[in-house]
Structures are given as C-alpha cells and as structure tokens.
C-alpha cells in the first residue's frame, strides 16, 4: 500500500504551481525537518532548487529521493529536467529514457526530452517525439509548447502560434508553464510579422513574472559604489600584489551580445569561455558582505584574488579564461584592485532594441525583476549605464567597450579589436565562432550556433508606438 503523502508536501506543491517557491521551500524544509526519509518532500525542494538557482543542492536531493524510490518517471524527468538547466543535454536524455522506461506516456517527461532535443539543435528530433501526441489531440500544454518551439526554428511560425492558440489563457496551468506557454507565443507570432500580437503575448508573459524592482534601492546602491571608487582617490586605495594575467571579465546588461563576444573568444585557440560564473559576487559577499570597500588591506586583496583564481581554474593551458557574469558591472572597481591586469570588456547596444529583447524572454524566475516591464527596463538601462560612464571615466583604455552594432555591422574590425585588446593575435576561427560546438546556456543560445546576422540590430523599430512606454523612461539618449 503506497504510503501518503504529508499534506505540507501537497500545499508545496501547489505554491510552487502559483509561483510561490519561497512557501514551497519552507514547507518541504518543515517535513525533512520531522521526516528526514521523505522522498516526496526532497523531490519536490529539488524541483524548488531548481527554479530558485541553488542547481547543486536540488541535483543532491533528487538523487536521493531516487536512490529511495528509483520507479518514479517523475522523479528521474526531474533529475533530466535538472541537468538540462546544467547543460549536461546527454546525460538528460539518458534520465529522460529511464523516467520513460517506468511510463511511457508520460508527457511531462517527453516534453522534457524534445526541449532537451531543441536546446542541442535538433529540432527534427524534438518534433518527431511529440508529433504523435499532437495528431492523436488532448495533448498536455507542454507537448505543444515544444511542438511549437520546433516549428518555429523549422520556419513555420503561424503553425505554432495555432497550436499555443488553442490553450489559452491555460488558466488551470502552473504559473512557469503559463509564462513559457505566452513567451513561446510572442516569439511565434514576431517570427510571423505580427509585432502587436506579438507584443501582447510578451505582456501577458510579464504580467505573470515576478517582479519586485525598486529603483531607490538601486541608486542608493549605485551611489555608495560611485563614492567609493572615486577619481581622486581610486589609484590611493590598496591593490592585490596579484600579477595574474589570464582574467577577462565581460560585463554589461542581458541581450547586449556578451555571449556573442565570449564565443569569439572562446573560438580562440588560447582562451576559454567560462559561462556566467557566480564565483567573484559570492565570494566578495563572504568575504567582504557589507563592510566598506576602502577598509581592505593589500593582504585581504590578496587573500581574495588569490581564491577566485583557485575557484574558478580550469585544467587549460589557455591563457585567458573569459568570465561573463554580467552583474560583475558592480564590481569593475574592485576587480582592478584585485587584478591589476584584468582585461574588462563592457557589451553596449541600443537601449531600445536591448529593452524589447529583454521584455520579450522567459528569464528564469525571481531573477531580473526589472526585466518584466518596460518602464522598469528603462530605469535600469539608466542606472546602470551611469555607473558604467563613472568606470569608463575612473579606467579609460583599461576597459573596452563593444557595441553589439559594431559587432554585426563589422565583424572582422570588431573581433580584431576584441583580440588586440586582451593580448591574443587574430586568428580567424573567431570569424567562425559558431562551429565550436560548446555548450552556452544562456539566453543566447541560438545565435551563437549560426553565422553572424544582422536581422536584431533594429528589432525595436518592429514595434513601434508600442515602445513609447520604454522611450519615456529612458528619456533623451
């Protein structure tokens, strides 16, 4: 008789159908508390892990939670779902197969397996896995959200728009599920030409995500930094005795073409994209938290330099190892005083068609809250590019910027400057960035499998009025 379910697992459950994964946390946190052994309550926290960012600790509680109880599709989907987060696509499929071993219909799971089918370029694949489902009718949203996914990269963008269509609003759906379902939808309709659906379909996606964003908070914030790493006294402050040369760092807003950029780096034979690595903010959080900046010794740099380094090797002989984690734009000062010669590269572009492109993704969860409005996007955009004029300033030719337009319009001008700039000789494989095979798990993924295109560079002009709220928060530019 198979044992039940504590209802707080149920009630978590539900709160993270409803968006809500701090309560699904607490309440699975709760039952582990009196029931260490409950396999329910650790997938379920795993499934919280998960959508909230903490991948390590979910991928433990997931293989427990099938070391306890290895029959259950979902449970394996999951651990599947998971290492497609990670960008382990192989060792996903081969998760997706046994959850399908223990239940071959289940759609969740072969939803799972044909976006793991996509995010390799497969869209073949992905439609031949759910096409069956489609034609038979009555399939789960999430079999037509990848059905649809796979027209659209086939060119078939008004097929899909027809079949996302039929579901809406979804309103029995998980609020994730809605989001991806209307996000899918703005994409299809854009791809066919019709930016005002288009547009509301990306509204409806925003209305559903999270969005906490206080600008006073972020100026406060921006305004301290500004104080510290004055002009004055910037070369005064103590600086690590770090001599490490391999560091690029490459900052900027989402959408701006850094993953662009760290292809054609990484299509360099010595050097080495890293990904968006949290190493630097979480250590300068454990190491400095809240304390000031100028209160550190020379010894304390070292200290931390000194760690980021041994965090983050990898075992290459390159010689610069590229770190594009994005939010590092708060730390351009700081990561001059720890490494002095850090090559730090700032990805520009044009703050309407940056808003639209960032407005119109699916961002993960609770993550980039001013993202899900376009007045917010604007006063980001504002904030943020005031502290990068205050660097600019502070470091002159120590920071290169790069223009997504210049990048596409002038690809071979561009890459050389790139290059120039961090030490590395021009080799053309950074021409052919594209053909590196490397796994990216950003929002970029697709551009950086093909060729250089230039179809992005006046995407806002597509819509129009419909702008005029980023326009007015941004002001005159």
């Known amino acids: 008789m198979a044992k039940k379910a504590d209802p707080r697992v149920m009630q978590a459950m539900q709160a993270l159908a409803g968006g809500n994964a701090h309560d699904a946390e607490s309440l699975c946190r709760a039952v582990l508390e009196e029931k260490k052994r409950d396999d329910l309550a650790m997938a379920v926290l795993a499934q919280v892990c998960n959508a909230t960012g903490k991948y ?55 939803a799972g397996k044909a976006n793991t089918f996509l995010r390799l370029n497969e869209p073949q694949k992905a439609k031949k896995l759910v096409e069956p489902l489609i034609k038979k009718g009555g399939e789960d949203v999430r079999i037509s959200i990848v059905y649809a996914k796979a027209l659209i990269e086939e060119g078939d963008p008004l097929d899909a728009s027809k079949v996302l269509l039929g579901h809406l609003p979804a309103k029995g759906e998980s609020v994730e599920t809605r989001r991806t379902l209307y996000f899918t939808l703005g994409k299809a309709m854009e791809k066919a030409g019709e930016y005002k659906s288009a547009f509301e379909a990306y509204e409806e996606g925003n209305k559903l995500s999270a969005s906490n964003f206080n600008i006073d908070e972020l100026v406060r914030r921006h305004e301290k930094i500004i104080k510290t790493f004055q002009a004055g006294s910037f070369e005064t402050l103590p600086t690590s005795r770090c001599n490490d040369s391999s560091c690029v760092f490459i900052v900027g807003m989402l959408r701006s073409g850094s993953t662009l950029t760290e292809q054609i780096l990484d299509a360099h034979p010595n050097a080495q994209g890293l990904g968006e690595l949290e190493t630097l903010p979480r250590i300068l959080q454990q190491e400095v938290g809240d304390s000031e900046w100028n209160t550190l010794t020379t010894n304390d740099l070292d200290k931390i330099a000194e760690r980021y380094l041994t965090e983050r090797s990898n075992k290459t002989t390159t010689s610069m190892l590229v770190d594009k984690q994005l939010g590092n734009y708060l730390n351009v000062g700081i990561i001059k005083k720890l490494f002095p010669n850090a090559k730090i590269i700032h990805c ?58 210049e990048l596409v319009e002038n690809q071979e001008d561009a890459t050389n400057k790139i290059l120039g700039f961090v030490g590395l000789e021009f080799n053309p494989k950074c021409l052919e960035f594209w053909k590196t095979g490397r796994t990216v798990l950003t929002l970029s993924q697709d551009q950086v499998r093909k060729p250089m295109y230039n179809s992005s560079v006046v995407r806002h002009e597509r819509f129009g009025e419909l702008l005029n709220p980023l326009r007015d928060a941004l002001g005159p530019h």
Request: charged share 20%; hydrophobic share 35%; net charge neutral.
């Open 56 to 110: 390590d600790e979910g991928l433990q509680l997931i293989k427990i939670a099938i070391a306890k109880n290895g029959k259950r599709a979902d449970y394996h989907g999951l651990l599947a779902d998971m290492l497609t987060t990670q960008g382990d696509f192989r060792g996903a499929l081969r998760s997706y197969d046994n959850a399908l071993k223990y239940n071959a219909e289940h759609q969740g799971v072969i």
């Open 348 to 405: 520009t572009r044009n703050p309407l068609s940056l808003g639209i492109s960032c407005f119109s993704q699916k961002l993960p969860p609770h993550t980039n809250t001013w993202a899900s409005s376009l007045h917010s996007i604007g006063h980001f955009y504002n904030e943020y590019i005031r502290l990068m004029i205050h660097w600019d300033a502070l470091l002159g030719d120590s920071m290169l910027t790069v223009s997504y337009e």
